[in-house]
């Protein structure tokens, strides 16, 4: 079992940067996979960058260069470090260990 709680949405103004972070209970998540999902009005919710239990980097490739994605084991966290911000980029970000947890989203809003 586990539960996934983000943090680190906001408003910020195209080209700012914005750190999310996603804080998991238990103590399967080193043994998981990552990944940052997001979500925009009348959009599916797509992948957006995902981290193997071993740190394999994975990026959509609208965020390549853009995004990083890490996580801390020790610290039962993962991270999505967003620069350089897009209107485009604004949506609701979740994260998801597996593909059997799911955090509750955090909303990114980013103004032209």
């Known amino acids: 079992q586990a539960q996934l709680e983000e943090s680190g949405g906001g408003v910020v103004q195209a080209g700012g940067s914005l750190r999310l972070s996603c804080a998991a209970s238990?103590?399967?998540?080193?043994?998981?996979?990552m990944g940052w999902y997001r979500q925009a009005p009348g959009k599916q919710r797509e992948l957006v960058a995902a981290?193997?239990?071993?740190?394999?980097?994975s990026y959509a490739d609208s965020v390549k260069g853009r995004f990083t994605i890490s996580r801390d084991n020790a610290k039962n966290t993962a991270y999505l470090q967003m620069n350089s911000l897009k209107p485009e980029d604004t949506a609701v970000y979740y994260c998801a260990l597996g593909l059997t947890y799911w955090g509750q989203g955090t909303q990114v809003v980013v103004s032209s």
């Open positions: 981290i193997t239990s071993s740190g394999t980097t």
């Open positions: 238990g103590s399967i998540f080193k043994l998981n996979a």
